[in-house]
């Protein structure tokens, strides 16, 4: 999966979560489903993302395969 799918992953469950938890919490978790949808507008005009950001510093420090650690070019 790249890395701008796993972003808009983030974002519509980030999304849906405060959705939901507005409907059965309280309503000002609506402040948060703002906040994510501000980012998302924010990125489209400044081609920034902090989630991408973050995401490219874990796979960075992962570096192999998230079953076995080893390389996963060399898989066989």
């Known amino acids: 999966m790249g890395i ?5 992953l983030i974002a519509g469950s980030l999304i849906l979560i405060s959705l ?7 309503r000002n978790f609506l402040w948060f489903t703002a906040f994510v949808g ?4 924010q990125s489209a ?3 920034w993302c902090l989630m991408e950001d973050i995401l490219r510093k874990f796979e960075k ?7 076995c650690g080893g390389d996963p070019k060399k898989q066989s």
């Open 4 to 8: 701008e799918h796993k972003i808009r």
């Open 38 to 41: 501000a980012n998302l507008f």
């Open 61 to 67: 420090k992962d570096g192999g395969c998230c079953c």
């Open 45 to 47: 005009l400044t081609k």
């Open 20 to 26: 939901t938890l507005a409907v059965w919490v309280n």
